[in-house]
């Protein structure tokens, strides 16, 4: 009877009141409340229909409480109600039904509770299936994070313009979880690395989402995989703030005919080669807004400097049409020349002493495997230890790219050519090859080690012709998945480089283009 007499009542505010249990006649005085906020108490439990009395209910705060189990339809007669605040409970499943009788709500924040699934298997009752007003949906910051989304997870879900996935300590997503959002236009899942663990995404997890307007991914990545935005033609507004991402190029932000704003403040990319094409579209874009983009550094070989003052000057020319027209030239009468004096002078090259072991030719995509991987393998774990040349670290910065290129693979035992999908299209690491193999004639030994990150089928190769003869006729090593089998990789490399076997037809992989 705490309500008597308030019968015309439409806002009850309730916070902070040490609430711990109501029922349904907690509120039947009240059938004209219109919001009610039963938020910062201590309330654990709703049972089946524990606000049938308060029909015209529009907006329910019941954050900050102790919400562990809800019953079946105790929500089902607020058929009005447009906002359902949930936040900050222990909530980690839903009963079937959970939602039943909430045809209109539009606001649902489930942030901060203990949702979490273990596998993506279809669940048998989705739990917003019969949310099909809802525009808005809240699942940030779940204790242990949301770790994987069933795949009809959204199921229901038609009319959601806004979901937030952010401030989870690990989201894995495939590529049907969105499927069901077609009208989706915010999507925020920031802020989801944990230590050494990234975002985990399919590369056609977006594709369905036509009309996403807004998408925030920041501070859970290390790289982008191409193609996997190209599907959202209405995007505006991109943010990719205080990842690690170190290269963008064209293939990443294909088809956006409608971005406005591109944020990637915080990230730490690399004046190379391979971000020539996004700082030059950076400056010359008039439609598109880069927040920042004067104070974005950079870092090249000992010195950090600003993206903007990159000189990319020597990326611009077409190394396939400097090599057509200059191999029958001067790389033939090189190998002529070379071939006459390694006849006539055979101790030339045997008595040469050289600087490193290995030079690693590799593209920037791949660098956080080599100097996690590749280096502390080699210069500092296992018997023998290797000395490697590396670009940022090794290469004088007073030298022209070219001849630091030159002079590294002159003064390097072998090369290690490390090989991935990025690899192919690079055109740097082109060159580099074409001059290890031509070093491989030079000194008639097996000077080229190929190590493949991952499995690159052989029509790819096709466009690659030296790479092609390189692979047909040297042995190459491919990285493991399994954790056991890096051994046995390592004692690969090792042997690798210390041998010196002859080549024959080396003369083959120099005129190849």
Known sequence: MAFYGLYSLKELNLAGCWIVEIDKYSFAQLPNLESLDLGYNNIRTLKCRTFQFLKKLQVLILSQNRLKDIEENAFSDLNYLYKLDLAYNILSSFQAGLFLGLENLEVLNLSFNKISYETTRTLPFPPFMNLKSVKQLNLEGQIHGIQVVPTNFFQGLNGLQELLLGKNPMVFLDDLQFDSLINLTKLDISGTKSGDRSLSLNISLFQKLKRLKMLRLENNLVSLTPGMFSGLESLQVFSLRFNNLRVINQSHLENLKSLKYFDLYGNKLQCSCDNAWFKNWSINTANVHIPYLRSYTCQQPNIQSLLIDFDDSMCNFDLGKVCFFCSFSLVLTTMVSSWFIAKMTPSLWTEKEFIYDAFVSFTATDEQWVYEELVPALEEGGQPTFKLCLHHRDFEPDIDIFENIQNAINTSQKTLCVVSNHYLHSEWCQLEVQLASIKMFYEHEDVIIL???????????????????????????????????????????????????????????????
């Open 451 to 513: 190590i493949f990150l991952e499995e690159i089928p052989n029509y790819k190769l096709s466009s690659y012709h030296r790479l092609r003869k390189l692979v047909n006729r040297q042995t190459f090593i491919t990285w493991p998945d399994s954790a056991q089998e890096r051994p046995l990789f390592w004692a690969r490399i090792r042997n690798a480089l210390g041998n010196k076997s002859v080549e024959k037809d080396n003369a083959q992989l120099i005129v190849a283009q």
